[in-house]
């Protein structure tokens, strides 16, 4: 395991939601990603098709260092690989499965947790060196194509589903042996003020504790 998978893994079990900052402003940046920590949620991930995202990303990384894993969500070649690890970011996310991604990532030293729906997809991914699946969009894969999945797939592998995740829908997909989630307009959208997204924030890690409460 490399060291950025290792510090994936630490901060995946940790808390185990990955906040994606699609159309967040640069300038938002920093007081976001201290909003996020704050409420528990430490890897952090900036889709690509955002504002400037190598700068949110290199403003991110250079506020929270080892508080928080960076990332770049939305990366669809191997040349925005090269980006975001000149930005400080150690986390690549797609919403596809591109070995030519994939590799690139891993020849960084950096996570690759690509997009997957079907098993061929998934394990065309982990054969290219995927750190972790993204289920997405999980809006098409219900916990019992989780469970299904989770049935064949390496366990040490994380599956985590992405699309449509809300407070209310976490439970019933853990139970099922999604290892995390991926979290985008429920949590964020750009133009929210501190506490509303505070808010936001809170009722995810919240209702993630209810859940672990009650299993």
């Given at each position: 395991?490399?060291?950025?998978?290792?510090?994936?893994?630490?901060?995946?079990?940790?808390?185990?939601?990955?906040?994606?900052?699609?159309?967040?402003?640069?300038?938002?940046?920093?007081?976001?990603?201290?909003?996020?920590?704050?409420?528990?949620?430490?890897?952090?991930?900036v889709?690509?098709?955002?504002?400037?995202?190598?700068?949110?990303?290199?403003?991110?990384?250079?506020?929270?260092?080892?508080?928080?894993?960076?990332?770049?969500?939305?990366?669809?070649?191997?040349?925005?690989?090269?980006?975001?690890?000149?930005?400080?970011?150690?986390?690549?996310?797609?919403?596809?499965?591109?070995?030519?991604?994939?590799?690139?990532?891993?020849?960084?030293?950096?996570?690759?947790?690509p997009?997957c729906?079907?098993?061929?997809?998934?394990?065309?991914?982990?054969?290219?060196?995927?750190?972790?699946?993204?289920?997405?969009?999980?809006?098409?894969?219900?916990?019992?194509?989780?469970?299904?999945?989770?049935?064949?797939?390496?366990?040490?592998?994380?599956?985590?589903?992405?699309?449509?995740?809300?407070?209310?829908s976490?439970?019933?997909?853990?139970?099922?042996?999604?290892?995390?989630?991926?979290?985008?307009?429920?949590?964020?959208?750009?133009?929210?003020?501190?506490?509303?997204?505070g808010?936001?924030?809170?009722?995810?890690?919240?209702?993630?504790?209810?859940?672990?409460?009650?299993?």
């Amino acid at each position: 395991m490399t060291d950025a998978a290792a510090t994936f893994a630490r901060h995946l079990a940790a808390c185990p939601l990955i906040a994606i900052l699609r159309g967040l402003p640069p300038e938002d940046a920093a007081d976001v990603g201290e909003a996020l920590v704050a409420a528990g949620i430490t890897i952090i991930e900036v889709p690509l098709n955002s504002p400037d995202p190598f700068a949110s990303i290199a403003r991110l990384a250079a506020r929270l260092g080892e508080a928080a894993l960076i990332g770049a969500g939305t990366v669809l070649g191997p040349a925005d690989v090269a980006r975001v690890a000149e930005a400080g970011g150690a986390l690549i996310v797609a919403p596809n499965t591109d070995v030519h991604v994939i590799r690139a990532a891993k020849a960084a030293g950096m996570v690759a947790a690509p997009g997957c729906l079907t098993p061929t997809e998934c394990f065309a991914a982990l054969e290219a060196g995927a750190d972790a699946l993204k289920l997405f969009p999980a809006e098409m894969a219900s916990p019992a194509v989780v469970r299904a999945l989770r049935a064949v797939l390496p366990r040490d592998v994380p599956l985590i589903p992405v699309g449509g995740i809300t407070p209310s829908s976490m439970a019933a997909y853990r139970a099922a042996g999604a290892d995390g989630f991926g979290l985008g307009s429920a949590l964020y959208v750009p133009g929210m003020s501190a506490a509303e997204f505070g808010q936001s924030a809170r009722s995810f890690t919240a209702a993630l504790a209810e859940g672990e409460a009650r299993a």
